[in-house]
């Protein structure tokens, strides 16, 4: 079929126009996020830039992932991004960043205490008449039995990192993304931004090492970790942070956990040492952190008996107003001992449905 000059240019105009508009509104839907989110949301990583997808150079992230949304900064993570973290591992060595939690383990005081509690014994067993085969000789002739455990404890204590419903704020209790607990809340836990919403985490760490930058075993208590303390222990490490990393600023508190953390006194002095709001504005709207994490069990520092008190505006900066998952006691005194201060970080949380933080976790730091 022949065409006049004049229609080829027609279609080929009306072609390029349907480009566009496919490549406009198909490019959110395959990356799996809603259509109404804004463009800046979109632009194109490459390893080791400054563009990522979501972030905004003095702005940070917020809610610009559509109203749908659920784990906020870590929108940012790609194939790309957790590629360019793994190749980071150049000697296979692993730092476990968890710590062992027990009953006796010291916790933030606005958490429940934890109980292990045997369940089922070998013991128990042999004395329990509703276990007829473990009784029978000629059924189980070995004799043989089994430990279970039934856990009583917080969503929030040990190596933690806080979900996006952990903190509320507003008389309507809203969380990140505007969620509601009048919508949203619930008797077996949250029904938006739980912990089991999370996906597991594999990105650039960075650990910025106050304590040591300060020459100190442990920073003292009420200390506000500023800016200038960031930024000073960075330029001694020499190290430079990146859009999209997971930072990790050790105070030194995880110096004096020992075996399970039962010497509350002296992790108490420590622990109320942490970032200012200043600090985490900082790291998130200058330099992009997708994940902020200590060594203490609340990351923000805690003000003095003379000081005057304003209630973790940092946790409500990060978690509320940002989306940026909070990590708490994370162990980080061998990254320090032997100066490693880049490394992939690798962390997923439990599964379990409703939880407003993954618990008792076991992140790594592999180098």
Not at 29 to 53: H, I, K
Not at 79 to 87: E, H, K, T, V, Y
Not at 311 to 327: A, N
């Amino acid at each position: 079929m022949q065409y006049s000059v004049g229609m080829r240019r027609t279609m080929v105009l009306v072609s390029l126009i349907g480009a566009w508009y496919l490549g406009r509104w198909q490019r959110p839907c395959d990356l799996g996020v809603p259509r109404d989110v804004p463009e800046r949301a979109f632009a194109q990583e490459q390893p080791g830039s400054t563009q990522v997808r979501g972030w905004q150079r003095g702005k940070g992230w917020g809610w610009i992932w559509g109203p749908q949304d659920e784990i906020g900064a870590l929108n940012a993570m790609t194939d790309a991004s957790r590629q360019a973290a793994l190749q980071l591992v150049r000697q296979g060595k692993v730092y476990d960043l968890g710590i062992t939690y027990s009953r006796r383990s010291y916790r933030w005081p606005g958490h429940n205490p934890g109980e292990i509690i045997t369940f089922r014994s070998p013991e128990g067993l042999s004395r329990q008449r509703d276990f007829a085969a473990v009784l029978d000789e000629q059924a189980n002739p070995q004799r043989l039995a089994w430990h279970s455990c039934a856990l009583f404890l917080s969503d929030n204590v040990g190596t933690q990192i806080d979900g996006l419903a952990h903190i509320t704020a507003g008389r309507d209790h809203h969380w990140y993304n505007g969620y509601r607990e009048a919508e949203w809340g619930g008797n077996f836990g949250v029904r938006k931004c739980d912990a089991a919403s999370l996906p597991p985490i594999i990105a650039r760490g960075v650990l910025i090492d106050v304590a040591g930058f300060r020459n100190v075993d442990a920073l003292p208590s009420h200390y506000r970790i500023s800016v200038e303390d960031l930024q000073g222990a960075l330029q001694a490490q020499q190290t430079v942070l990146r859009p999209g990393d997971v930072v990790l600023i050790r105070t030194g508190t995880l110096r004096y956990w020992g075996e399970d953390g039962a010497d509350h006194d002296k992790l108490r002095h420590h622990d109320s040492a942490g970032i200012d709001l200043a600090a985490a504005k900082w790291l998130v709207e200058q330099h992009g952190a997708m994940v902020v994490a200590s060594d203490t069990s609340g990351l923000e520092y805690t003000p003095g008996p003379n000081e005057m008190a304003r209630f973790i505006p940092v946790h409500h900066y990060l978690l509320v107003e940002q989306g940026v998952p909070i990590g708490e006691f994370h162990y980080l005194e061998d990254l320090a001992r032997d100066r490693v201060y880049e490394f992939c970080y690798i962390c997923t949380v439990n599964k379990i449905r409703g939880t407003t933080a993954g618990f008792c976790l076991r992140p790594l730091a592999l180098r």
